[in-house]
């Protein structure tokens, strides 16, 4: 069992009242060890190919009180200027920020600016570490923030977008996000939330609208990485994945802090992880963790890659260390996943109950957390249950991630000839946003193989296979006894790209 932090929650202040097409494999895979290198020098001179310490400054002599107040304000400047503009911060920043920006709106209490970066600072502080009573309490700051400054508060809007993505409310981060383009059309950190909040709604079109319209915008370089990290994520949700592999490693490289260049290594890890190449995928997870040990994200992803590479112990630790730093539902439900195929029951239990335990608390904090529950559901618990909650959530969010997991739900109460509509939503690109997903290949051949659909049902497993031949460690092993049962042989390689 891993050894959760379960430090109280902070108290609540009382103050309150179409880009181009993607490019050619063989240039990306040259592209991504001249930046492997590259990074490394950006992270001052210790990645190399891959780290093997953490970035650290040079020994410096003491410095003197003036020096040091100097500093703290640099610092103090430069986690603001992160957490307004949607950068990747450290953890200890945002804590030193939030401490600053606390102090400060308690002496000025009308200071509208103040209070939207501390509730920028909460949001990003429950992101970081998943204690989701920092949600209420940012809503808090943003909804005074706004009071103060009037309706056209950027900052402020852009905070609430922020919040509701973080909260799974795609449809408040669009009614944010657009009031916030409104009042300042060329604000760069407008559109990230804005394109997050599309794809959850299914508005593909928009969101590439969004990209390209962000993509057009004369940006400085401090944040052009976190620019080319977004588009990587698009072209991702395209199926463009050599695209998105030599965008997020250009960001990379161009990252300015070890923070924000470890949450690039880490998006670059699962990019490696979805087309499956494990190896790969853990060089970038453990860059990533060496770079801000905080990132929980690349934990988890190292777990995901050393369980692949039949390294079971390591990828126990790995969760365990994830989990520890932030006790996310998925995670905590992916970790079970994996005791149970070990066949270590108990284990397994114990972490869907942390499971459990953390979408109660994520509830009380506003977030939405049917997705997550109805996958559970469908796979362990009450499949009415999990059709129920899912069919709700796609007529909230009709998002390609709603509509595979209400396809398999659908399918595990035995309604196959609907669970496959929604099944080639999440896997035909001119329906869906096109994103190559071993997983919902896996769920849609199942479902033709239960409507004796053999042909289709073999091509989707095969594709589920050679998409990542590792992507479950529960659905893998069946993915291969249906295509046995089939007549099918699995790939032999990956696909490319």
């Not at 919040?163 to 409310?169: F, G, K, P, S, T």
């Not at 490696?272 to 801000?292: N, S």
Request: aromatic fraction near 6%; charge should be neutral; include cysteine.
């Amino acid at each position: 069992m891993c050894a959760l932090d379960n430090r109280p929650s902070p108290p609540a202040t009382s103050l309150l009242p179409e880009p181009a097409p993607p490019r050619r494999r063989g240039r990306v895979l040259v592209r991504l060890l001249t930046v492997a290198l590259s990074a490394g020098v950006a992270a001052g001179g210790t990645l190399l190919l891959w780290p093997h310490e953490p970035h650290r400054a040079a020994p410096a002599p003491a410095a003197g009180p003036r020096a040091q107040t100097a500093a703290r304000a640099a610092a103090l400047a430069a986690a603001q200027t992160a957490v307004l503009s949607g950068l990747p911060a450290a953890l200890p920043d945002l804590t030193t920020l939030i401490g600053a920006r606390e102090a400060r709106v308690r002496a000025h209490p009308k200071d509208a600016a103040a209070w939207a970066v501390l509730g920028a600072a909460y949001v990003e502080r429950a992101r970081r570490t998943a204690d989701t009573g920092d949600y209420p309490r940012a809503e808090r700051a943003l909804q005074t923030s706004l009071k103060a400054a009037g309706k056209n508060d950027t900052e402020a809007l852009g905070g609430l977008a922020g919040l509701a993505v973080a909260r799974r409310d795609f449809a408040g981060a669009r009614r944010y996000g657009e009031d916030a383009l409104k009042a300042a059309p060329k604000r760069w950190s407008a559109y990230p939330v804005l394109i997050d909040a599309y794809n959850g709604l299914g508005d593909y079109k928009a969101a590439r609208s969004a990209l390209d319209k962000l993509m057009a915008l004369k940006v400085g370089a401090d944040v052009k990485p976190a620019v080319m990290a977004r588009a990587s994520a698009v072209y991702r949700d395209r199926g463009w994945r050599e695209d998105a592999a030599a965008q997020v490693t250009d960001a990379a490289a161009a990252a300015r802090t070890p923070a924000e260049q470890a949450a690039y290594l880490c998006q670059a890890g699962q990019l490696a992880w979805e087309r499956g190449d494990r190896e790969d995928a853990l060089r970038h997870f453990t860059a990533a963790v060496r770079l801000d040990p905080d990132q929980s994200a690349a934990r988890a992803g190292q777990g995901r890659a050393l369980a692949a590479l039949g390294r079971t112990q390591e990828a126990l630790t790995a969760y365990q260390g994830s989990l520890a730093h932030r006790p996310t539902p998925q995670v905590a439900l992916e970790f079970g996943e994996l005791y149970e195929s070990l066949g270590m029951g108990q284990q397994a239990e114990a972490q869907y109950e942390l499971m459990r335990t953390q979408v109660r608390r994520e509830l009380e904090s506003g977030v939405d957390d049917d997705l997550v529950i109805g996958r559970y559901e469908a796979d362990h618990g009450d499949v009415q249950e999990a059709v129920e909650r899912l069919t709700a959530e796609w007529e909230r969010q009709p998002g390609i991630e709603v509509a595979d997991s209400l396809g398999w739900a659908l399918h595990r109460a035995g309604d196959d000839k609907e669970a496959l509509g929604y099944a080639s939503i999440a896997t035909d690109s001119t329906k869906g946003g096109g994103v190559r997903s071993a997983l919902y290949a896996f769920h849609r051949g199942m479902i033709e193989q239960d409507l004796d659909l053999e042909a289709p049902a073999r091509r989707h497993l095969q594709d589920a296979l050679r998409t990542n031949p590792y992507f479950s460690p529960l659905q893998t092993p069946a993915a291969h006894a249906a295509l046995t049962a089939l007549g099918g042989q699995p790939p032999e390689e990956p696909l490319p790209g």
